[in-house]
């Protein structure tokens, strides 16, 4: 038996603890150095929409190393990122009517975050941002005060410096509930507050607990921000990039956000990289006002390309969609008959779950899942909340197989 500890870092900043030490993947699928074999239904926490080592990618991959390609350039133009852009420019801008500036704003979600709030206090000249209760933004300073969750906010010593909290959708019961407080908030100057450069916000909540704001409340909280001048950033890194069932998590609600954070899935293979989208009139960086070492990755901008293709064909979208409601159906069935959990459907597109109405349950499913061959995590402020975040690319088979382990699990932690 292997002391998996060890084959991580001693210093225990993570959260999670899987009891094992992996040493393969493909696809879906990961093997532990006992030559067991997991569905993955985790997915590098979101990151990796097109399955560990997919094919089509690993090629594109070789072959540029092979081909002695510029790995890192730095703010050197290299043909790797012209080959990016335009892409990104033609299959996921322009057929969308969407005119956006890129920029490379580092590796991490958390860099896309930080680019967002520096550009929106500088074009705005105001300094306080809106974020929303249960939102999750990053870990170092700026974004974590963004991030609801006082428990990681707490040790740093990271006060709601920058932040105005307001309700997310739902979060007072309904709808209105959060719209006429934000309002009442943002306009009654007997609210004292300062008017904010921006409002950050996630379309599903993916550390959160996948709440899943309704695309009216998401064409309101967009009005009110354009009837007070606030710039609106989407933070998609968790629910971008095909995750919800569509390219960005917004599309369906029809709104056009001032500045678009993306990270986690861009790249496809899992390799670092962030894009951070603006409107073009919102490019008053000066040069050197937001850089950093590992900006550009060009390996990560070769898998990234390549990845643009599956976007290429709609029945792509169309699959996500169709396996997306496979997943609903089965989760709905699922709290149906066990009534026991208490339990409530949460999220959109493959980024759904169950929320368990009995504290520690979600965590137990989770371990027991685990046990019999599925990675699985909890999200919410309790861990309350089973998440499933397969492969986009993941076959209707595996996915039936994996959910087939989580109704097992399920009746497992009830008995
Ligand atoms: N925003 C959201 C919505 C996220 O889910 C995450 C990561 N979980 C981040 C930002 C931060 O990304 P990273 O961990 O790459 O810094």
Redesign the pocket.
């Known amino acids: 038996m292997y002391n998996y500890e060890r084959f991580e870092s001693e210093v225990r900043s993570y959260c999670r603890s899987f009891p094992t030490v992996f040493c393969k993947a493909k696809d879906h699928l990961l093997w532990d150095i006992e030559g067991k074999e997991y569905i993955d239904f985790f997915a590098g926490?979101?990151a990796l929409n097109y399955g560990h080592n997919n094919s089509f990618l690993k090629e594109k991959l070789i072959e540029y190393i092979v081909g002695d390609g510029i790995t890192h350039s730095l703010d050197m133009a290299t043909m790797a990122k012209e080959t990016f852009l335009g892409k990104f420019y033609e299959v996921i801008l322009a057929p969308r009517r969407m005119n956006y500036k890129i920029m490379f704003p580092g590796p991490?979600?958390?860099?896309t975050?930080e680019s967002a709030l520096k550009i929106a206090r500088k074009v705005t000249g105001r300094t306080s941002v809106i974020s929303f209760t249960n939102a999750?933004?990053?870990?170092s300073l700026g974004?974590l005060s963004m991030t609801a969750n006082p428990g990681k906010r707490r040790g740093a010593g990271v006060p709601l410096e920058y932040c105005i909290r307001m309700p997310y959708d739902r979060f007072l019961g309904d709808s209105e509930s959060s719209l006429a407080f934000m309002r009442k908030f943002l306009q009654d100057k007997g609210s004292g507050i300062d008017l904010p450069a921006a409002m950050i916000l996630?379309t599903v909540q993916?550390?959160g607990g996948l709440n899943a704001a309704s695309f009216y409340w998401l064409r309101e909280v967009e009005k009110i921000g354009r009837e007070l001048g606030i710039l609106l950033i989407i933070?998609d890194?968790?629910?971008g990039c095909g995750r919800t069932g569509t390219f960005f998590s917004f599309e369906p609600a029809g709104i056009q956000p001032d500045i678009i954070?993306l990270?986690?899935l861009i790249s496809g293979y899992g390799l670092p990289m962030?894009l951070t989208l603006i409107k073009p009139e919102y490019d008053i960086w000066s040069p050197g006002e937001h850089n950093g070492t590992f900006r550009g990755n060009n390996a990560a901008f070769v898998t990234a390309a390549a990845a643009l293709t599956y976007w290429e064909d709609r029945t792509f979208q169309e699959q996500i969609q169709q396996k997306a409601e496979r997943v609903h159906r089965k989760l709905t069935q699922m709290i149906a008959d066990y009534p026991e959990l208490r339990g409530e459907v949460r999220g959109r597109g493959l980024m759904q779950g169950i929320a368990c109405g009995v504290d520690g349950l979600a965590e137990n499913i989770c371990k027991s899942a685990f046990r019999r061959g599925v990675i699985l995590e909890t999200s919410g402020p309790r861990d309350e909340v089973v998440k499933l975040l397969p492969p986009l690319t993941i076959t209707e088979e595996v996915l039936d197989q994996g959910l087939q382990v989580l109704e097992e699990s399920i009746q497992e932690c009830l008995n």
């Not at 991490?108 to 860099?111: H, S, Y």
């Not at 999750?136 to 870990?139: D, I, P, V």
């Open positions: 926490a979101g991490t979600g958390t860099n975050v999750f933004h990053g870990m974004s996630e993916g550390e933070d890194v968790q629910a954070c990270s986690k962030s």
